[in-house]
């Protein structure tokens, strides 16, 4: 069950699932991030992203963020947990680089569930234009600059398409201060996979009329407190100085960005 379930009306647990990871498989090596194929507790296995990755803690609230909106948006997500890693846990694995992320994001990341046997997207796959349609218009909120042809982050498992890795958005919270430059920029629709599928503007009243400050702070209430702290690796003068102030600021910045729909929807 996901946190924010549309079968539990749109409302979200208070909180996402918690699990401890009990074994390292795998890394996957197919993006950047480095992210593990991990079992855990629950008898669950899942795709880690670790703290310590790239663009650090905030590329796991992005996900969070925009992984749970989207999910309420109608899109086909995998479900998202946070899962405890003990620094040991990479202690077999013989590549060095997944030993030192992995000792480095001891504590809490993210797990998302594993679609076993999924493949990545490509056109020969029949798209609902509609289901198209909510993936381009999220995209061109957050700003996701990640679904391109070359690199879709879209699965398709059991005939559906399922939309991963949006560690990439919502920008502004690598440098804060210009709420007004996020709100109004362009989206470059000519990158995105889909943008020739499903037409953004048709589902924009829809979609709009979902984006309520209550869901944003619902959502934001999903994200774990210690990842919305100023990074001390990444200083930031603008950067909200503690999680309550984050979790306002980013639910500002979204509701900017929505209010300037015509500066960026096609
Ligand atoms: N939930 C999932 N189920 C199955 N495979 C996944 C899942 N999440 C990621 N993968 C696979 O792992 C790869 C890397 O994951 P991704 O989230 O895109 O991380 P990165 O930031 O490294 O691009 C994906 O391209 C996909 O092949
Ligand atoms: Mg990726």
Not at 90 to 117: C, H, I, K, M, Y
Not at 149 to 173: E, M, P, Q, S, Y
């Amino acid at each position: 069950m996901s946190a924010l379930d549309p079968a539990l009306d749109g409302t979200p647990a208070p909180e996402l699932p918690y699990v401890h990871a009990t074994a390292y498989l795998t890394p996957l090596r197919e993006g950047g991030s480095l992210p593990g194929l991990v079992e855990a507790d629950d008898l669950g296995t899942y795709v880690v992203k670790f703290t310590a990755a790239g663009q650090g803690p905030k590329a796991l609230v992005a996900e969070i963020v925009v992984g749970e909106l989207g999910r309420t948006l109608g899109i086909d997500i995998p479900d998202l947990a946070l899962i405890d890693v003990d620094a040991e846990l990479g202690r077999r694995e013989p590549d060095e680089e997944v030993q030192e992320l992995v000792t480095a994001s001891a504590g809490l990341n993210l797990a998302v569930d594993f679609l076993p046997g999924a493949v990545g997207y490509d056109a020969g796959f029949d798209v609902d234009p509609r289901q198209a349609a909510r993936i381009v218009w999220l995209d061109a909120f957050v700003a996701n600059v990640d679904r391109s042809a070359r690199n879709t982050n879209l699965l398709v498992w059991h005939k559906t398409l399922w939309a991963i890795d949006h560690g990439a958005c919502l920008r502004f919270h690598h440098a804060w201060g210009r709420p007004e430059a996020f709100a109004t920029s362009a989206y470059r629709y000519d990158d995105h996979v889909l943008a020739g599928v499903g037409d953004p503007r048709s589902v924009h009243e829809e979609l709009a009329a979902q984006v309520s400050r209550g869901l944003l702070d619902d959502v934001l209430g999903l994200v774990p407190e210690a990842w919305l702290l100023p990074d001390p690796r990444r200083p930031d003068p603008q950067a909200p100085p503690d999680a309550a102030s984050a979790r306002a600021a980013y639910v500002d910045y979204l509701l900017a960005r929505l209010a300037q729909a015509e500066r960026w929807l096609p």
